[in-house]
């Protein structure tokens, strides 16, 4: 045998064909005439290339194996070159290291992931919910159930690429004869075609409905959360497999609470007089009204925390707190009366002396309030 091809790439003569491949690859990215350019490489090149397209194609392989030569003269082949017919995607696979994909594809394909807005309340997004949601979406066709083909018939073989899903095509090029592969133009790479089409789908094998979808909304999620519900998208062509839907949560503002976190916060108002003498409030919350307790001296600004009286933490066990922000509310209007009690009141605690013998910085908290209502 005038060439012992396996020698040429380097393998054993039981070599498997991904064996033989990988061989193939790394000696054509070492000589390649893009890499070196010299021409015992180029001749190198060819020899690799030629012992490829004998090993890698199991008749030629088998034809050689039992001492015919395809590439020897008379033996089947055209010497020189590659050979007619030589596939230029092992070239482009072995070099650029991509795969490319043969034979037809399927026609069943992923459908596409779908995405819905959900409004929900604050005590909704707090506690979880469920919702009743209604989508427009793609399902399997009843009538050919994902087929394409009307009923009592079936996809035909393609009678232009017989099957393959491809066409090949011999060109001419300074490695030689390369042969190009392309999608079969008339069936569109699927290897068969649809000669009668399902009246329903037309031959898509999914057709558009709205049908509704029970969700349960856990606990704890916020405003911008996304939920995956995996396999409840659009079905995909030919009947393939479901995308998934994603809800995205909106939380409405509340009236009362703002949410920071799972933390709550809200703002009380709190007359002078309370605040000074301690007082107790019903306050709103996510769990109904309760009492909290205004000690005496209480300051505006001051937070009062009612722990575990927050959102509920996603996932987890436990709830964030609620923070009362308290606001003192000092009267703006005074009748004689009240104005008298409260200097009164100042005289009793010093904070102000007889009108007409303050000293500068002697003045106390009544005394500032009065002359601001006064207008001084």
């Not at 790394?26 to 490489?41: F, G, I, S």
Request: a negative charge; charged letters at 25%.
């Amino acid at each position: 045998m005038a060439n012992d091809y396996y020698a040429t790439l380097g393998v054993r003569r039981d070599a498997g064909a991904d064996e033989i491949k990988k061989a193939y690859r790394r000696l054509a990215r070492e000589l390649h005439p893009d890499v070196n350019p010299d021409p015992e490489t180029q001749d190198r090149f060819k020899e690799i290339t030629q012992a490829y397209e004998v090993l890698s194609d199991p008749k030629k392989r088998e034809m050689y194996d039992l001492g015919a030569d395809p590439f020897a003269p008379g033996g089947g082949a055209a010497g020189g070159g590659f050979g007619a017919g030589f596939p230029f995607s092992d070239i482009m696979d072995a070099f650029f290291g991509t795969q490319t994909q043969r034979g037809p594809r399927s026609r069943a394909r992923r459908g596409r992931n779908g995405t819905i807005r959900v409004e929900l309340d604050l005590a909704e997004t707090a506690f979880g919910t469920t919702r009743e949601l209604t989508v427009d979406t793609a399902i399997v066709c009843t009538n050919c159930t994902g087929a394409g083909t009307a009923p009592g018939t079936q996809p035909e073989t393609c009678d232009m690429c017989h099957g393959r899903g491809e066409v090949q095509q011999v060109t001419r090029s300074f490695l030689g004869q390369v042969m190009t592969s392309r999608a079969c133009p008339q069936c569109g790479g699927y290897g068969s075609v649809i000669r009668t089409p399902c009246p329903e789908c037309s031959g898509d094998g999914r057709v558009r409905t709205r049908r509704t979808i029970k969700v349960r909304i856990p606990a704890g999620v916020e405003n911008g959360t996304h939920i995956q519900l995996a396999g409840e998208g659009e079905v995909g062509p030919g009947g393939g497999p479901a995308g998934d839907l994603f809800l995205e949560i909106v939380e409405r503002p509340h009236a009362i609470f703002e949410r920071q976190g799972d933390d709550l916060h809200c703002t009380v108002q709190v007359p002078m007089t309370a605040a000074a003498l301690g007082t107790s409030l019903t306050v709103e919350t996510l769990d109904g009204p309760e009492e909290i307790d205004i000690r005496p001296g209480t300051q505006s600004g001051q937070q009062i925390p009612m722990y575990g009286r927050g959102v509920k933490h996603l996932n987890e066990n436990g709830r964030g707190d609620l923070m009362i922000h308290v606001n003192i509310e000092t009267p703006t209007k005074l009748d004689e009366e009240q104005e008298e009690l409260l200097r009164r009141l100042a005289v009793l605690r010093g904070e102000e002396r007889p009108p007409g013998k303050f000293s500068p910085g002697q003045q106390g908290f009544f005394s500032r309030l009065r002359d601001a209502f006064n207008g001084r």
